[in-house]
């Protein structure tokens, strides 16, 4: 399991990012202490989606740092933050992108094969979060054979497996009706205050805003905090 160093879990400082010339992010400035659930408010192209793959090193900045743990993405070789990624980061996506060719069990267990969890350890674990989010009657099922809310609870067990310290989560609950998604989302931010893994939401929901410790909003490129 990846160490714990205390201080922030993110920091961002005078983060720019444009694409083809249209500025998106702007001197961002952000920090995320361990533990925190944070959501991230604003318009559909405002920037909530390039936010979250500037934190999860899916895309790279054209100005600032991003740190991890005091960890300068910027300063990892691409293999290096491909680890990190693997090793400290949880992803869960609009919909779902579970495997359809593995059951519930197998999609689970995926970051544990990736991270080389033994067999035993790997049993255990998955069967503890299939237990947690309601899923334990549902394992040998494919996705093709689960409901929405079930398939999102699928992808929050997976995301969550490794015991990351770091779920970044966007717009979870896009594609599930209303009381679903509000159970989705109390699942998620109950499982992930649990166990002391921050949380960072991107989503057009007030409800999901009124779930999380802290609210931001980006607005023409502006990067602020949104007092609850
Ligand atoms: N890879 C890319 N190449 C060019 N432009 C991009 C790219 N990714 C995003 N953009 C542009 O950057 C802006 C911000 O996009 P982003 O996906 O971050 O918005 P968003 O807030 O997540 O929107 P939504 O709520 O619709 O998901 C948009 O204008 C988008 O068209
Ligand atoms: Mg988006």
Do not use: W
Request: charged share 20%; hydrophobic share 45%; aromatic share 4%.
């Amino acid at each position: 399991m990846a160490a714990r160093p205390p201080g922030p879990q993110i920091e961002l400082t005078a983060v720019d990012k444009a694409y083809a010339g249209q500025v998106v992010l702007a001197n961002a400035e952000l920090t995320v202490r361990r533990g925190e659930s944070v959501a991230v408010l604003g318009r559909s192209g405002s920037g909530k989606s390039t936010l979250l793959k500037l934190i999860g090193g899916l895309d790279t900045p054209d100005r600032g740092a991003i740190l991890h743990g005091g960890r300068d993405l910027g300063a990892m070789s691409d293999d290096e933050r491909t680890r990190f990624r693997r090793q400290n980061l949880g992803f869960v996506f609009q919909f779902f992108n579970l495997i359809p060719t593995l059951t519930v069990t197998e999609n689970v267990g995926l970051p544990l094969a990736l991270n080389g969890y033994a067999a035993g350890a790997a049993e255990t674990r998955i069967a503890g979060l299939l237990a947690d989010l309601g899923l334990h009657a549902v394992n040998a099922r494919y996705p093709e054979e689960l409901s929405g809310g079930e398939q999102q609870r699928v992808a929050i067990a997976r995301a969550l497996a490794h015991s990351p310290t770091l779920i970044l989560a966007d717009e979870p609950t896009g594609n599930l009706d209303y009381e679903t998604a509000a159970q989705v989302l109390s699942l998620l931010s109950a499982t992930c205050k649990a166990s002391m893994t921050t949380l960072l939401v991107a989503t057009h929901s007030l409800e999901v805003a009124k779930n999380a410790d802290r609210v931001l909003t980006i607005r023409g490129a502006r990067l602020e905090e949104t007092p609850l």
